[in-house]
């Protein structure tokens, strides 16, 4: 990749589009995170590629221009990546890394990300911070510039050289064991303890001088020095623009196994924590302060029950008092994200809308939240200090994520991106709106990949795929779920928002609370029959597949209908009593579902493993071993029932992988193995087995 995002010209061999060959889709740029300097002039990215050896993605910092007229040009090129950038109030860059300390000794042992500062005016990069433990998250006071950071800390530890002391007794003696005496124990992929993690105030950064020695050591002030397991004191936090406060969400018990979230206010200078907000019957996270430091905005999730789903508001709330109010009240959507305008006058936030994620502004006075933004899902939200602009990541299954400017007032707006490496101009096909009609009389709204070519005369086969979540929707770019790999084979892709999906309103949700096998199914079918009318469809080649909860619809679909040549089933619930207990967040499932042993019911109606008689559809299994969300049980089950029933099926198994597959060789051996396995029993081709598998 060169030093700014220039075109790639195309040779006579170079396919149409950089999703014919995987190699070619795999090594494309991937931007994530977006950083706003405190003048407006300078937007910073993180730019994921390939590594020189093609065995795992490497991030660097990027400048984008916000005015749209430079090319964004590459600012970092450490060994092992860069990423998380934050501005200083100077202009300096702030960035996590595990390049090494150039002031270390050889063989150190194994890096731990540091902080790291890009000067304002240029020049290479210095380490200002850095623990044994690493350091795994910072936050700027906007005016101030003081900083705090998260860092991972032993029990009982009460500083650095502590901490170090009991991790090195704890290798020496060869302990690996973790003794656990409350809930959770485990998280997506990694076991909890016995290090949690701890907030600590740094205050200003220290300053290089101008001989270029060392900078003076900074003084790790713990601001949260009785945090413990299971979840320590989290990594939601918010800094106030004076320095004066730290916002933080706190995990607490809720019920024998549960757990839920208030909103804690540490005053730095005197370290004492108080209660800003806590709600026995919500979570309440994302917190952020208004510019002048007197209030903040943060949103709220209400606690799901057997009867209910959870719904989500904004509150407003008065630092001095706890005064709070309810921002969005009878918006019928879920808001996330918020952040205050540059005046403090109102508050912009981000919500599931119509299968897209649009950007909203509400007023502190009140009234119906405003939509700013037309198509696309956008996610970075920054705010310009001078409230001339917003600037955010925007994406859709048109475009990945790519930095664009926004009109701060400007309603129904689609803007163009501004010029970065991640630009994608080529896709073998055309995007669609497509809507069906449930059988309550619900409006089912879907996104259809077709690819080119695909016409009354030559109708391509149909994958439906269905979203995970359950409570999200397709609306956004996915490396991992990305149609257009398909769609450069010839097949057409159907991404449908069935009941539970958010973003069409609370009773949209409420069709499928506690019945995933009913209304989600049969809105999935009637997506499928819209699909499956259009001339550019066949309707004899068709195939289902999804990734967690929609692995648990393509099991259940199995288990329903013949009417699919085949089943890819990912990271997919298979026997919902032995995943209730077995998943890292079961008291969340048991919301829903209810305790399995006094309420059998919906897992007696709702589990697909009671009716495996009925599965004649081949199936592709694929699960990963580090999935704590869905054990990987939950596959090796649904395996053995598929052999001892005859089906056709196949197991794809990643020792090291989680509830995703993050690795780039894993990842191509993924979409290698879906295509070999569509092609043999959708198109009729002979099996071609992946070559590294």
């Not at 090319?71 to 990423?83: C, I, P, Q, W």
């Not at 044994?132 to 860092?151: I, L, N, P, Q, R």
């Not at 485990?186 to 060392?214: C, K, M, N, Q, T």
Request: net charge negative.
């Amino acid at each position: 990749m060169s030093d700014t995002a220039a075109p790639v010209e195309q040779s006579d061999d170079t396919p149409p589009s950089p999703f014919h060959r995987i190699a070619d889709f795999i090594a494309l740029p991937r931007l994530s995170g977006l950083a706003l300097s405190p003048d407006g002039r300078r937007l910073v990215t993180s730019v994921a590629t390939l590594d020189a050896e093609g065995k795992k993605w490497q991030s660097a910092l990027w400048e984008v221009d916000p005015t749209g007229q430079r090319d964004a040009r590459r600012l970092t090129r450490g060994a092992t990546g860069e990423s998380a950038p934050v501005f200083t109030p100077d202009g300096d860059v702030l960035f996590t890394s595990t390049r090494p300390d150039p002031a270390a000794p050889e063989g150190g042992g194994d890096p731990k990300p540091a902080l790291w500062a890009l000067p304002a005016d240029g020049g290479e990069a210095r380490l200002v911070l850095k623990r044994s433990s690493g350091v795994s998250g910072v936050a700027v006071a906007a005016d101030t510039g003081d900083v705090v950071v998260v860092a991972s800390t032993m029990p009982g530890a009460a500083d650095a050289e502590a901490d170090e002391e009991r991790r090195t007794r704890r290798k020496d003696a060869g302990v690996s064991a973790l003794l656990h005496e409350s809930y959770p124990v485990r998280y997506w992929d990694h076991d909890l303890g016995p290090a949690v993690p701890h907030l600590f105030w740094i205050g200003a950064l220290p300053a290089e001088d101008v001989a270029g020695s060392a900078p003076t050591t900074p003084q790790w002030r713990d601001l949260t020095p009785d945090a413990g397991p299971p979840l320590g004191s989290g990594t939601d936090l918010a800094v106030s623009p004076d320095g004066r406060f730290v916002a933080r969400s706190e995990e607490v018990p809720d019920g024998p196994a549960g757990r839920r979230s208030r909103l804690l206010l540490i005053e730095v200078a005197t370290g004492e924590t108080r209660v800003l907000v806590d709600d026995p019957q919500a979570d309440v996270s994302a917190a952020r302060f208004s510019p002048d430091s007197g209030r903040v905005v943060c949103a709220r999730e209400s606690a799901s029950t057997y009867a209910e789903p959870p719904d989500h508001t904004l509150l407003l709330v008065e630092v001095a008092t706890a005064e709070t109010r309810e921002l969005t009240p009878g918006f019928d959507r879920w808001p996330s994200a918020p952040q205050f305008s540059a005046d403090g006058t109102a508050v912009y936030f981000l919500a599931d809308d119509d299968g897209r994620h649009a950007v909203y502004r509400v007023s502190l006075d009140g009234g119906t939240p405003a939509r700013l933004t037309d198509q696309g899902a956008y996610s970075d939200l920054q705010v310009a200090r001078d409230g001339s602009a917003l600037y955010a990541l925007r994406s859709g299954y048109d475009t990945p994520p790519v930095p664009v400017r926004l009109d701060p007032q400007a309603p129904g707006q689609d803007p163009a991106a501004l010029p970065n490496p991640g630009t994608i101009s080529s896709f073998p096909g055309t995007l669609r709106e497509l809507d069906a009609t449930a059988a309550d009389g619900t409006r089912v709204q879907s996104w259809l990949v077709l690819p080119e070519g695909a016409d009354a005369a030559s109708p391509a086969p149909l994958v439906l795929w269905v979203h995970g979540g359950p409570l999200m929707s397709w609306n956004s770019w996915s490396w991992r779920w990305t149609p257009w790999v398909l769609a450069a084979r010839g097949y057409a892709v159907l991404l449908p928002n069935p009941a539970l999906s958010q973003g069409f309103g609370q009773d949209f949700v409420r069709r499928g609370w506690g019945e995933w096998g009913d209304a989600p199914y049969t809105d999935l079918m009637a997506a499928v029959d819209a699909a499956e009318a259009l001339p550019e469809i066949d309707q004899t080649r068709t195939a289902a597949m999804g990734g967690s909860f929609g692995g648990y619809m393509a099991n259940w679909i199995a288990t329903q209908t013949d009417r699919f040549r085949a089943i890819v089933t990912h990271a997919s619930l298979w026997h919902l009593d032995a995943f209730t207990g077995a998943t890292d967040a079961s008291y969340y499932w048991e919301k829903e579902f209810g305790d399995p042993l006094t309420e059998p019911k919906r897992y007696e109606q709702n589990s697909p493993h009671r009716y495996a008689d009925a599965i004649r559809t081949p199936m592709l299994v694929i699960h990963g071993d580090k999935d704590y969300r869905v054990p990987i049980g939950e596959g090796l089950r649904l395996w053995y029932d598929l052999q001892k029933r005859g089906v056709p099926s196949k197991f794809l198994y990643f020792p090291d992988e989680n509830h995703w597959v993050l690795t780039p060789g894993n990842a191509a051996v993924w979409y290698e193995t879906v295509l070999a396995f569509l092609a043999e029993h959708v198109l009729g081709e002979e099996w071609r087995r992946p070559e590294l598998v």
